[in-house]
């Protein structure tokens, strides 16, 4: 059964940093891509950022020198180091994933949450002072 488990969520002032992370099963992250992926109350789910299975990313402009994407699939586990954090990445993050051969990685660049078949259950970030 693939399954992804969240961790790393919490409260923290502006300014300051989490690392999420995602913890995969049941299936080996090395032939996915990934994406990390946020929802504030009353918004829409918007992608943040998304690495191919090759390691390229993409970010949104919103979180673009202050968040990075990365995966070690020894672990395989997938990682949001979020830094500089501002009140207005308050949100549920959530990770996912989609095989390769699903789509491939010009589409999957756009990172939006449609492109993606397996969802982790989210953790809540709240920055707040």
């Known amino acids: 059964q693939l399954q992804f488990v969240e961790s790393g969520g919490g409260l923290v002032q502006p300014g300051g940093s989490l690392r999420l992370s995602c913890a995969a099963s049941?299936?080996?992250?090395?032939?996915?891509?990934i994406g990390w992926f946020r929802q504030a109350p009353g918004k829409e789910r918007e992608g943040v950022s998304c690495m191919s299975s090759g390691d390229s990313t993409n970010y949104a402009d919103s979180v673009k020198g202050r968040f990075t994407i990365s995966r070690d699939n020894v672990m395989n586990t997938v990682y949001l180091q979020m830094n500089s954090l501002k009140p207005e990445d308050t949100a549920v993050y959530y990770c996912?994933?989609?095989?390769?051969?699903?789509?491939?990685?010009?589409?999957?660049?756009?990172?939006?949450?449609?492109?993606?078949?397996?969802w982790g259950q989210g953790t809540q970030v709240t920055v707040s002072s």
């Open positions: 049941g299936f080996s992250l090395d032939y996915y891509h």
């Open positions: 996912a994933a989609v095989h390769v051969t699903r789509s491939a990685w010009p589409v999957i660049s756009s990172c939006a949450p449609n492109r993606f078949d397996f």
